[in-house]
Protein backbone atom coordinates (compact mmCIF):
# COMPACT_ATOMS: atom_id res chain seq x y z
CA UNK A 1 0.00 0.00 0.00
CA UNK A 2 1.10 3.40 -1.14
CA UNK A 3 0.79 6.79 0.40
CA UNK A 4 -0.19 9.44 -2.19
CA UNK A 5 0.73 13.20 -1.38
CA UNK A 6 -2.28 15.12 -2.81
CA UNK A 7 -0.23 18.03 -3.61
CA UNK A 8 3.05 16.42 -5.25
CA UNK A 9 1.35 13.08 -6.13
CA UNK A 10 4.30 11.35 -4.45
CA UNK A 11 3.98 8.11 -3.58
CA UNK A 12 5.11 6.37 -0.34
CA UNK A 13 4.93 3.47 1.17
CA UNK A 14 2.65 2.75 4.10
CA UNK A 15 4.63 1.45 7.24
CA UNK A 16 3.77 1.65 10.95
CA UNK A 17 5.97 1.47 13.84
CA UNK A 18 4.65 -1.36 16.52
CA UNK A 19 6.31 -1.32 19.64
CA UNK A 20 5.66 -4.11 22.57
CA UNK A 21 7.20 -4.90 25.83
CA UNK A 22 9.11 -8.45 25.45
CA UNK A 23 8.49 -9.46 29.05
CA UNK A 24 4.56 -8.98 27.78
CA UNK A 25 4.74 -10.39 24.48
CA UNK A 26 7.47 -13.01 24.30
CA UNK A 27 7.89 -16.28 21.44
CA UNK A 28 5.00 -18.43 20.98
CA UNK A 29 3.20 -16.95 23.84
CA UNK A 30 -0.99 -16.31 22.87
CA UNK A 31 -0.01 -12.37 23.21
CA UNK A 32 2.77 -13.02 20.12
CA UNK A 33 0.12 -15.27 18.57
CA UNK A 34 -2.52 -12.79 18.44
CA UNK A 35 0.15 -9.88 18.16
CA UNK A 36 1.01 -11.89 14.44
CA UNK A 37 -2.39 -12.45 13.60
CA UNK A 38 -2.61 -8.00 14.46
CA UNK A 39 0.39 -7.99 11.74
CA UNK A 40 -0.85 -10.09 8.68
CA UNK A 41 -4.29 -8.39 9.08
CA UNK A 42 -2.27 -5.32 8.35
CA UNK A 43 0.12 -6.94 5.98
CA UNK A 44 -3.05 -8.10 4.13
CA UNK A 45 -3.97 -4.53 3.05
CA UNK A 46 -0.15 -4.15 1.86
CA UNK A 47 0.72 -2.18 5.13
CA UNK A 48 4.12 -2.85 6.05
CA UNK A 49 4.70 -3.27 10.12
CA UNK A 50 8.14 -2.57 12.08
CA UNK A 51 7.83 -4.91 14.57
CA UNK A 52 9.93 -3.10 17.73
CA UNK A 53 10.04 -5.45 20.62
CA UNK A 54 11.55 -3.59 23.74
CA UNK A 55 12.37 -4.16 27.40
CA UNK A 56 10.05 -3.22 29.75
CA UNK A 57 12.34 0.11 30.58
CA UNK A 58 12.71 0.84 27.01
CA UNK A 59 9.35 0.53 26.63
CA UNK A 60 7.80 2.92 29.13
CA UNK A 61 10.44 5.50 27.88
CA UNK A 62 9.20 5.15 24.02
CA UNK A 63 5.65 4.58 25.20
CA UNK A 64 5.79 8.47 25.73
CA UNK A 65 7.49 9.64 22.40
CA UNK A 66 4.81 9.46 19.99
CA UNK A 67 6.99 10.35 17.23
CA UNK A 68 9.06 7.05 17.79
CA UNK A 69 5.92 4.73 17.02
CA UNK A 70 2.59 4.04 15.48
CA UNK A 71 0.81 0.85 17.09
CA UNK A 72 1.29 -0.16 20.82
CA UNK A 73 0.67 -3.34 21.70
CA UNK A 74 0.19 -2.90 25.56
CA UNK A 75 -1.49 -5.35 28.16
CA UNK A 76 -4.16 -3.46 30.75
CA UNK A 77 -6.18 -5.23 33.29
CA UNK A 78 -10.04 -4.27 33.50
CA UNK A 79 -11.78 -5.24 36.62
CA UNK A 80 -13.50 -4.25 39.80
CA UNK A 81 -9.76 -4.63 41.28
CA UNK A 82 -7.97 -2.52 39.24
CA UNK A 83 -8.66 1.08 38.80
CA UNK A 84 -8.06 1.65 34.80
CA UNK A 85 -9.37 5.25 34.76
CA UNK A 86 -5.60 6.38 34.58
CA UNK A 87 -5.56 5.66 30.82
CA UNK A 88 -8.05 7.70 30.13
CA UNK A 89 -7.57 10.99 32.57
CA UNK A 90 -7.22 13.90 30.80
CA UNK A 91 -3.68 14.53 30.73
CA UNK A 92 -2.65 11.64 32.75
CA UNK A 93 0.73 9.65 32.58
CA UNK A 94 -0.75 6.81 31.61
CA UNK A 95 -2.65 8.17 28.97
CA UNK A 96 -0.67 7.24 26.02
CA UNK A 97 -3.39 8.37 23.16
CA UNK A 98 -4.66 11.53 25.02
CA UNK A 99 -8.02 9.91 24.46
CA UNK A 100 -10.94 11.72 27.70
CA UNK A 101 -14.37 12.08 27.38
CA UNK A 102 -16.26 13.81 29.65
CA UNK A 103 -19.03 11.58 30.63
CA UNK A 104 -16.58 8.62 30.36
CA UNK A 105 -14.36 10.53 33.31
CA UNK A 106 -17.96 11.27 35.38
CA UNK A 107 -18.75 7.47 34.78
CA UNK A 108 -15.18 6.81 36.42
CA UNK A 109 -15.41 8.98 38.81
CA UNK A 110 -18.89 7.06 40.10
CA UNK A 111 -17.52 3.88 39.19
CA UNK A 112 -14.76 4.44 41.74
CA UNK A 113 -16.89 5.93 44.83
CA UNK A 114 -20.49 5.28 44.40
CA UNK A 115 -22.40 2.51 46.35
CA UNK A 116 -22.29 -0.81 44.02
CA UNK A 117 -25.97 -0.14 42.19
CA UNK A 118 -24.47 3.09 40.71
CA UNK A 119 -21.18 1.25 40.09
CA UNK A 120 -22.78 -1.56 37.98
CA UNK A 121 -24.82 0.65 35.78
CA UNK A 122 -22.03 3.28 35.66
CA UNK A 123 -20.00 0.35 34.32
CA UNK A 124 -22.27 -0.65 31.69
CA UNK A 125 -22.13 2.54 30.08
CA UNK A 126 -18.36 2.74 30.22
CA UNK A 127 -18.26 -0.38 28.79
CA UNK A 128 -20.74 0.93 25.92
CA UNK A 129 -18.77 3.88 25.93
CA UNK A 130 -15.84 2.40 25.39
CA UNK A 131 -16.99 -0.21 22.38
CA UNK A 132 -18.49 2.63 20.58
CA UNK A 133 -15.81 5.53 20.91
CA UNK A 134 -12.31 4.77 22.43
CA UNK A 135 -9.45 4.72 19.94
CA UNK A 136 -8.17 1.70 21.41
CA UNK A 137 -8.42 -2.05 20.46
CA UNK A 138 -9.18 -4.29 22.85
CA UNK A 139 -8.29 -8.03 22.41
CA UNK A 140 -11.07 -9.55 23.83
CA UNK A 141 -14.48 -10.69 23.17
CA UNK A 142 -17.57 -11.64 24.71
CA UNK A 143 -19.85 -14.56 23.39
CA UNK A 144 -22.87 -14.51 25.78
CA UNK A 145 -23.84 -18.01 26.67
CA UNK A 146 -26.70 -17.94 29.48
CA UNK A 147 -27.42 -21.54 30.63
CA UNK A 148 -30.58 -21.55 33.58
CA UNK A 149 -33.82 -23.38 33.86
CA UNK A 150 -36.98 -22.54 31.90
CA UNK A 151 -38.90 -21.61 35.38
CA UNK A 152 -36.81 -18.52 35.46
CA UNK A 153 -37.62 -15.26 33.83
CA UNK A 154 -36.57 -12.13 32.60
CA UNK A 155 -32.76 -13.04 33.92
CA UNK A 156 -30.17 -10.63 31.76
CA UNK A 157 -26.42 -11.23 32.47
CA UNK A 158 -23.93 -9.12 30.91
CA UNK A 159 -21.47 -11.34 30.52
CA UNK A 160 -17.27 -9.81 30.46
CA UNK A 161 -14.10 -10.11 31.43
CA UNK A 162 -15.15 -7.14 33.66
CA UNK A 163 -17.92 -5.89 34.64
CA UNK A 164 -20.13 -8.72 34.14
CA UNK A 165 -23.66 -7.75 35.53
CA UNK A 166 -26.76 -9.75 36.58
CA UNK A 167 -30.01 -8.10 36.41
CA UNK A 168 -33.20 -8.68 38.41
CA UNK A 169 -34.79 -11.79 37.66
CA UNK A 170 -37.75 -14.04 38.85
CA UNK A 171 -38.28 -17.47 39.20
CA UNK A 172 -41.98 -18.41 37.65
CA UNK A 173 -44.35 -19.92 40.07
CA UNK A 174 -45.14 -23.69 40.55
CA UNK A 175 -48.55 -24.63 40.55
Not at 119 to 130: M, P, T
Not at 157 to 171: C, K, M, S, V, Y
Request: charged share 30%; glycine share 6%; with cysteine.
Amino acid sequence: MVWKDPKTGKETPVKFRLIYNTDFVFSSSREDQALNDIIKIFESFGIVIIKDGLSRGEFDKKIIKPDYWDIAYKRYTFGWENNFSEIFKKNGEKNDTGYSHPELSADLKIMLTAPDAQRREAGRRIQQHCYEKVPYLFLWHVKPQIHYRNIIKDLTITPGLFFTTIGEWWIEPRY
